[in-house]
């Protein structure tokens, strides 16, 4: 059965081991760390500047979930969103290297990292995705390994 | 958790509680977050072999997070009231697994747990302990949502900072020599 949505989109066959993804960027601006954190993850360090400079961190910064949150968003706009994702499975390894910080913009890349098939599902592949999100001063702020789903062309 | 470090039971297991997912606020998520046909369209999601709309597996965890959040301040809330000094938490450094197993859909209520699987002191930074939590969210069926081992710290209550290295805090703290001695470090 075609599914007609991703029926013109690149599939398991169509990707190859070592493919790179440019992520593009995103700057995080005060209201999206307010917005997020006020919803997810209400500390005072990130939702009040004058407690964010007396933390560890010296500043105002994103929350790592939101960090994480916003690395997807640029791969589905980059790559998930024009092949034939069909959900993902997880990740493994997930590094938050540097906190993101108000005014910062994060951007990177993501690599192909291995593509099997599945061996209970023949209609799938399973795609392996590294992480390398870095800021504007070229300084690590996440790694991790993401695990997702893409259909297969042929599903004998 | 808000416990001191060294009061931190292996295997213990904290309710997070539960939290309802709705359809706007699935799609809400996933339209910031992760916009891919099954979390933001509910026509086109019906072609996928979730059959309908789901969660973004970000979004789950991300809530996940919020439950963590309020159980630990509800419970330093606690510990205050009681006239006891809670202990500290820190940042983390991150999360060694994620699994997604049973998408969430709208209507959905998922409960949350956190179990302490192991702790140790910090090699890295002395004073503060690691500790290895595991977080698991399931449905109103008991099906596994998704189970992830994470990192944290916590501060040490009864450490001692040895001689050698209060000498050296206070020596970064005087100009010139500390940041030189920072460079180095």
Not at chain 2, 30 to 44: C, G, N, R, S, V
Not at chain 2, 57 to 80: C, F, I, P, Q, Y
Request: without cysteine; hydrophobic residues 40%.
């Amino acid at each position: 059965m075609t599914n007609p949505v991703t029926k013109d989109r690149r599939h398991f066959e169509d990707l190859a081991v070592g493919e790179v993804i440019d992520l593009g960027h995103v700057s995080v601006s005060r209201e999206m760390i307010f917005s997020f954190a006020r919803e997810f993850d209400p500390l005072p360090f990130h939702l009040d500047e004058a407690a964010a400079k007396a933390s560890l961190l010296g500043g105002l910064a994103s929350s790592g979930w939101q960090t994480g949150a916003l690395s997807l968003r640029m791969l589905v706009d980059s790559f998930l969103g024009k092949i034939a994702s069909a959900g993902g499975l997880g990740f493994t390894n997930l590094k938050w290297k540097n906190p993101v910080m108000v005014g910062d913009t994060i951007g990177g890349t993501v690599t192909i990292a291995e593509l099997r098939r599945s061996e209970s599902h023949p209609q799938w592949g399973i795609l392996t995705l590294d992480f390398n999100v870095q800021n504007q001063k070229q300084a690590p702020v996440l790694t991790m390994r993401l695990a997702n789903l893409v259909e297969t062309r042929s599903q004998a | 958790m808000t416990r001191w470090f060294e009061n931190i039971v292996i295997d213990e297991v904290f309710p997070l509680g539960d939290h309802t997912f709705s359809t706007e606020e699935i799609i809400r998520f996933a339209t910031l977050y992760d916009p891919q046909y099954f979390h933001i369209d509910e026509e086109a999601a019906r072609h996928s072999h979730f059959g309908g709309l789901v969660a973004s597996g970000w979004h789950t965890v991300s809530v996940g997070h919020r439950k963590m959040v309020d159980t630990l301040e509800a419970e330093e809330e606690r510990l205050r009231d009681e006239g006891n000094e809670p202990g500290v938490s820190g940042p983390s450094p991150g999360v060694n697994s994620m699994e997604f197993k049973v998408p969430v859909r709208p209507g959905d209520t998922v409960t949350y747990e956190l179990v302490v699987t192991d702790k140790r002191a910090s090699n890295s930074i002395p004073g503060w302990g690691l500790l290895f939590n595991r977080i698991t969210a399931k449905n109103q069926r008991g099906e596994l949502v998704y189970k992830a081992e994470l990192v944290a710290f916590s501060k040490l209550r009864d450490y001692r900072m040895p001689l050698q290295l209060k000498v050296l805090l206070a020596l970064t703290r005087i100009p010139v020599i500390g940041p030189l001695l920072k460079r180095g470090t």
